[in-house]
């Protein structure tokens, strides 16, 4: 069907969450992804996948029929449209997720009129440092690179192939999923002499399926073991280039 901005509209009622007009159902969040490449589509199938009610809009209508049958709702809109946001129901939503990859002003447009229809959570991908900031004053409560996270992500696992994994916490912590080497196997928690790094805290090891706390210092490591550790960039990086 057509709404009155002349942008069409698909509906397909999820059993356990079902949008009508400005009612929700609050068994889980409910998001909006707006832009559907690969960054955005994979978002809105992966949420949906989890149980949440997901709405997309797309100007683009194979974009949409896409993940017709993967979603809860799917829009054909423009997103620099204000009005077309609202009568899709955007300003129903808690989590707006701003995924427009390479048009810069669609981007701004679209989270500014997302912020004015009242979305409590905003994130958005941005494109450059200056497409950044003008997000974040637009009101944006989350940016993201998702290009450049990726390459410094593969960047550092390809530096140390010890590290298989690794979390960013903020304000300058990690944690790293190191691979236990052959060196290592047979040794003990102790003999990695964690208490000369004061900066850093085992978080214990992962074996298999199980999780074994870091207390038993005389725990016998074994090769493919993976080890957790909590600290600063800096520490971490020499601790795992020593080994």
């Known amino acids: 069907m057509l709404n009155a901005t002349g942008s069409r509209i698909y509906c397909r009622p999820a ?36 149980g949440n009610h997901v709405l997309v809009i797309d100007h683009n209508e194979d974009n949409i029929n896409a993940v017709l049958d993967s979603v809860s709702e799917a829009v054909i809109a423009d997103s ?6 609202r009568q899709a129901g955007v300003g129903d939503y808690d989590v707006a997720v701003v995924a427009i990859g390479d048009e810069i002003e669609a981007s701004v447009l679209c989270t500014m009129n997302v912020k004015l229809l009242g979305v409590d959570m905003i994130w958005a991908k941005a494109l450059s440092r200056t497409h950044h900031r003008i997000l974040t004053k637009l009101g944006a409560d989350r940016v993201i690179h998702p290009e450049q996270d990726v390459g410094q992500h593969i960047a550092q696992m390809l530096h140390n192939p010890l590290v298989r994994d690794y979390l960013s916490l903020g304000n300058g912590y990690y944690i790293i999923d190191l691979h236990v080497p052959e060196t290592l196997h047979g040794k003990t928690l102790d003999t990695l002499k964690l208490d000369e790094h004061p900066y850093l805290s085992c978080l214990g090891v992962i074996r298999g399926s199980k999780h074994i706390d870091f207390n038993e210092s005389d725990l016998v490591l074994k090769q493919n073991d993976k080890l957790l550790l909590l600290g600063k960039r800096d520490e971490l990086r020499d601790f795992s280039e020593g080994l």
Do not use: C, P, Q, Y
Not at 24 to 40: C, E, H, Q
Not at 80 to 85: H, K
């Open 15 to 50: 059993s356990d969450s079902i949008h009508t007009g400005s009612v929700m159902s609050k068994r889980k969040r409910n998001f909006v992804v707006i832009g559907l490449g690969t960054f955005g589509r994979t978002i809105a199938t992966e949420l949906a996948d989890f």
């Open 80 to 85: 620099r449209d204000e009005e077309a946001l």
